[in-house]
Each structure stands twice: as structure tokens, then as C-alpha cells.
């Protein structure tokens, strides 16, 4: 796990990709389905091997995702993929309406979520979506820490019936999990073990967990770190274990503060082992120009601003 | 079915769906009596559906995207032997499964689960596809109201229907030329459609959607048009076959009271008699 800042980092659409390549090969029903965003969904190469398989309904996201619904009632495993802010706040009543509650075989992927688009700006930022589709039944939300956690995940998708939301980054992240990962829904990792406190992230969010707690490490500090890639359903056991171990619980991720992973987590704190908690995200602003990875820091989610709120947290911990 | 033995089941199906709505104290009545005689041709002359596996891969797709009229299908889907007939009666009741809009995980037969407007023309364009790049030549039929029509993802789903090609798509358009609080041409007045659609690429066919045989014959499998999807606007009156409530704006989703029940009820009989 050490020398995480010199690792080489990997842009998780291409194992998606490389992943969804991979499995059509042998599955003739997997079709990906697009609106118009072949490129930034990385999904050439899926396009040069199976044309026919590439469902591009130009840029219309309503239809995109009743497509989608329809092609999985048709019998084929269609993979819906857009840019995460559009794929589900201009479709989201199909969302709930023609893919959780009508309980189709469709697998929502979300590209370029939260701030990837950065200086785009907040129109194009997907810092909502875990509080959307949470709010509705039945779709279990992703959002994996590495390219490896990714893979894993997207054939997790393919080879279980039923909805699911895999909300990928574009930024690059090192590796954190052995390459024989095997994904789990809704079990968390234990990217470290701890004892003082514990930090829960998802997505882009967790080798910045790991490295603040190293660097709570070389001060005599004791960090676990849960990589809790499920948002729904939510981790409760690992919940439940780090507030009666560690007394403390400090989340950090690319969305809003309200109703994300942060909330998530709070929910059963508050009901099962209420513990002093911090919650770091996007303030419920919206946010001011810069790259995924500046607004990050700004917000205090630089490993050195997650390592000195756990401090303070710790400090509210009962003697 | 001949014409005259689904002309005699559509008034079956107005008569259950009248005394339902009565019951119930609720429903979509004007919207049922304008789609049933479609509902009718469809289950009982053209598709290709089986109530004893009602999943079958190779089946017929049919979606009323106009969810709110989920009685009728619920009639319908019982008379063609999907449902039991005595389950009509817990119409809207706790726990029933007959909800004010079709639910697939619960009611065999229901393809997708509609309510909002403007979702079932782009599932059918999914369910299209779907066939095409199987090599199958099940059809997919899907009927939507014409106020439902002021939805934009209908038009997101027609310029993809047409680009994909979908010869095996039909969309029928209940044209009753009323929606829920008014008349189409005071509210978002979408008509003429078929210009609209012909210039998006499809094969268009305007008939009477209360006259069976102008219904059947629009539908029938002969009528592919290679290459293009197909769309009926089935002009139609809201309210159908019941004297007070044709074409009468008031009765979108009005309840009849005791004397109004008994003279529908007596217009529907007569017209069989």
C-alpha cells in the first residue's frame, strides 16, 4: 500500500470497457446502448468488434434508458451508459419508473461522475446521483475505488439479473485491491486496519483515504479505512463494527454531503452505535471553477485536510 | 375472432370496465371506452400471445404507455384468460394487484409498468430492437394516448424507431382529441399527427379506432412497410359506445352516479342486442 503517490494510475472507463469487450465475446446478448457518446464512454473499440451490438439513440437520454428497458424485456443485457449527470437527472423517471420498479435487466453505468468534468462546471457535474437513485427502490448503486474493483464490478453486473448503477470515474487512481479481487454487493473492504478511527470512502475518494491515514499512521494515529463501493445496500455490519471499534467515523466522497455516502452511513450510526461522525463532500454548493481534484482539496478531501478532520473528530470521541 | 365476435367482446369488455369503474369509484372510464375496441383486435385477433406462458421469448410485445387506462387491459387480459375474471373486482382495493396503473411484476401479461406518459414508445423501440438484432419476428405494438403525444421522449423514441429502421414497430395513437382537462386543440394542440410522423421517417394509417374492421385490417401483418416503423392514429371517441360520455371532456376520469350506471349499462346492452 505505501508509495501510493508514485503507483501508476488507470482511468476506470477502460476496464469497464475492456471488461464489457471481454464479456460480449462469449455473450451475444450484451449490447451497449449510448447517446452519442461513444467517445467519452470509451466504447470504440465495443463499436469496431460488435457494430451491430452499439446502440447509439443520438442524445436523448428519456428514450436512452426506455431502450434500454425495452432491449432487456427483448432479452438482452444492455448496458446503458452516458455521462453520470445526464444518465440520471434528464432521465431519471425512467429511471425509476421503466428500470426499478418495472424490475428490467438493465445496467445503468454513469461515466465521468461527480466532478470529473470539473472547470465544465456544475451543469456537468454528477454530484447528486448517489441521493437520486437512492431514493429509489431497487437499484443498487456502485461506485468502485480502482480499475480492478471496476472490472470486478461490471461482470458482477452482466452476470446477475436485475437493475444496478455503476457510477464511474474518468480520473486516473492507482490500484488498491489484489488483482483477484472478487466483488461483493454491499460488503465493504477493509483497505486498512484501525483502531482510533475510522474513514469511509468510495470511488476516486478511497486512495485518498488510504493515504491520510498513513499519514495519521506516522503521527501514532490508528485508521481504518473501509472502501465502501456500495452505496445501496449499504454496508451496515462494517457500519455497525467500525463505530463500536473505533468510536469515530469520518466519510469522504464526490458528492453532496445530503443524502450520499456521508448520509448513508449516518443513518445507521445514528440508529445502531451513535458515534461522533464528520461528513466531507460538495457543501450543498454549487461549486466554484477548478478540476475534480482541486475542488477535492478545496472541500478539505486532500489526504492532509481528511487526516487533520479525523483528528478533530477523534477529539469529540467520548473518554 | 370474426368481426362480429370481437365487436360483441369489446361491448363484454365496455360493460365489465363500466361496472368496475362504478364499483371502484374510480378509473379513467373515457380513455377505456375510446381504447377498447384497439385492446380487443389486438388480444383476440393479432397477437401472438399465450396466457398459459405468458413470458415466452418468441411472444408478441404489446405496452399501453396510456397506463391510466389500466382497466381496460385488466378486462381485456381477463376475458383472454391471463387473469381470473372474479380478480376484476378488487379493482384499486388494498393489496389488490389491480393498481390504477399496470404493474409487470404483478400481473402476467403486462410488459412494462406504465403511468407517467411518454415512457412506453421508447421501451417499444428497446423491445424492436431487441428482435432485430436476435433475428426474431415478433412484433411490438404499442398504443399512447394523443395528449400523451405532447411528450418529448415519444419524439426522442420516433427519430430513433425510424433511424433503427424498425419495420416490426407499430404505434397506435388513441386519437380522441381530448385530454384530462380539455380539448387537444385548446391546450398543446399536436394534430394533424400523421404529417409529423410521415416527415420523421414513418409509415403512417389513419382509420376509425372504434370500428373493428378498419382496426383489424390496419394491423394486420401484411401492412409492413420494409424498413420503416409504423404508426395508426386510430381516430377515436373518448367515452365510446356510452351516449353522454362521447367525446365529452368531463369524463376523462369522472365516476358515474347510480342513474347514469343504469343508463350506460342499458346503451352498452342495446347495442348487442
Known amino acids: 500500500m505505501s508509495n501510493l503517490s508514485e503507483a501508476k494510475l488507470h482511468d476506470c472507463r477502460d476496464a469497464f470497457t475492456q471488461t464489457l469487450e471481454g464479456m460480449a465475446a462469449t455473450n451475444q446478448e450484451i449490447v451497449a446502448v449510448c447517446n452519442d457518446s461513444v467517445g467519452s464512454s470509451k466504447l470504440n473499440g465495443f463499436k469496431d468488434k460488435y457494430p451491430e451490438r452499439l446502440v447509439n439513440v443520438g442524445i436523448a437520454e428519456q428514450n436512452m434508458i426506455g431502450v434500454g428497458a425495452g432491449l432487456a424485456n427483448g432479452g438482452k443485457i444492455p448496458f446503458v451508459c452516458g455521462a453520470a449527470c445526464f444518465l440520471t437527472g434528464r432521465a431519471l423517471e425512467q429511471i425509476k419508473a421503466d428500470v426499478a420498479y418495472s424490475n428490467t435487466n438493465v445496467k445503468l453505468v454513469g461515466i465521468s461522475s461527480g466532478m470529473a468534468y470539473g472547470p465544465l462546471g456544475p451543469t456537468h457535474h454528477s454530484t447528486e446521483d448517489f441521493a437520486w437513485v437512492r431514493a429509489i427502490p431497487n437499484v443498487p448503486i456502485v461506485a468502485p475505488c480502482d480499475s480492478i474493483e471496476t472490472a470486478a464490478a461490471v461482470a458482477y453486473a452482466a452476470e446477475t439479473t436485475g437493475p444496478i448503477f455503476l457510477r464511474l470515474s474518468r480520473e486516473g487512481v492507482p490500484d488498491l485491491l489484489p488483482a483477484d479481487y472478487k466483488f461483493e454487493l454491499g460488503k465493504a473492504v477493509t483497505l486498512k486496519e484501525g483502531s482510533d478511527v475510522t474513514l469511509i470512502a468510495n470511488g476516486i475518494l478511497s486512495v485518498r483515504a488510504v493515504k491520510a491515514a498513513e499519514l495519521l499512521a506516522a503521527e501514532g494515529i490508528s485508521a481504518r479505512v473501509l472502501n465502501m463501493a456500495t452505496v445501496r445496500p449499504i454496508d451496515r455490519d462494517a457500519i455497525i463494527a467500525a463505530a463500536s471499534e473505533t468510536g469515530a467515523i469520518l466519510t469522504c466522497e464526490e458528492h453532496t454531503i445530503f443524502g450520499g455516502l456521508g448520509s448513508s452511513v449516518a443513518e445507521v450510526v445514528v440508529e445502531t452505535v451513535p458515534v461522533p461522525m464528520t461528513r466531507l463532500g460538495v457543501p450543498g454548493i454549487f461549486v466554484p471553477t477548478g478540476t475534480a481534484s482541486f475542488l477535492l482539496d478545496e472541500f478539505g478531501m486532500a489526504p492532509e485536510g481528511l487526516a487533520a478532520s479525523a483528528k478533530e473528530l477523534i477529539k469529540k470521541k467520548k473518554a | ?273
Not at chain 2, 370474426?2 to 369489446?10: G, N, P, T, V, Y
Not at chain 2, 410488459?111 to 438484432?133: D, R, S
Not at chain 2, 367525446?247 to 350506471?261: G, I
Open chain 2, 1 to 273: 375472432m370474426d368481426i362480429l365476435e370481437l365487436k360483441k367482446m369489446a361491448n363484454d369488455i365496455r360493460q365489465r370496465d363500466l361496472r368496475a369503474v362504478f364499483e371502484a369509484g374510480a378509473g379513467h372510464i373515457g380513455g377505456e371506452m375510446s381504447v377498447t375496441d384497439l385492446l380487443t383486435a389486438l388480444y383476440f385477433r393479432i397477437l401472438n400471445v399465450d396466457p398459459k406462458n405468458p413470458t415466452d421469448p418468441k411472444r408478441d410485445r404489446f405496452i399501453l404507455s396510456k397506463g391510466h387506462a389500466a382497466l381496460a387491459l385488466y378486462v381485456t387480459l381477463s376475458k383472454r384468460g391471463f387473469i381470473d375474471p372474479e380478480e376484476i373486482s378488487t379493482f384499486l382495493k388494498p393489496h389488490s394487484r389491480l393498481n390504477g396503473h399496470p404493474n409487470r411484476n404483478k400481473v402476467p401479461g403486462v410488459e412494462t409498468n406504465t403511468g407517467p406518459l411518454g415512457h412506453g414508445l421508447p421501451i417499444a423501440v428497446g423491445m424492436a430492437k431487441a428482435a432485430k438484432l436476435s433475428g426474431d419476428t415478433w412484433r411490438t405494438v404499442v398504443i399512447t394516448g394523443d395528449g400523451e403525444m405532447q411528450e418529448g421522449s415519444n419524439w426522442e423514441a420516433i427519430m430513433a424507431a425510424a433511424q433503427f429502421g424498425l419495420d416490426n414497430l407499430t404505434l397506435i395513437i388513441d386519437h380522441n382529441r381530448l385530454q384530462q382537462g380539455a380539448r387537444l386543440a385548446d391546450t398543446n394542440n399536436i394534430a394533424p399527427l400523421p404529417p409529423k410522423l410521415e416527415a420523421f421517417g414513418w409509415a403512417v394509417e389513419e382509420i376509425n379506432g372504434n370500428d373493428m374492421e378498419e382496426i383489424c385490417a390496419a394491423l394486420d401483418a401484411s401492412k409492413v412497410v420494409p424498413g420503416k416503423p409504423r404508426c395508426i392514429v386510430a381516430h377515436t371517441n373518448k367515452g365510446n359506445g356510452i351516449s353522454f360520455m362521447s367525446d365529452n371532456v368531463a369524463w376523462h376520469h369522472k365516476v358515474p352516479d347510480a342513474d347514469q350506471y343504469k343508463q350506460a349499462m342499458a346503451e352498452l346492452e342495446e347495442a348487442v342486442s
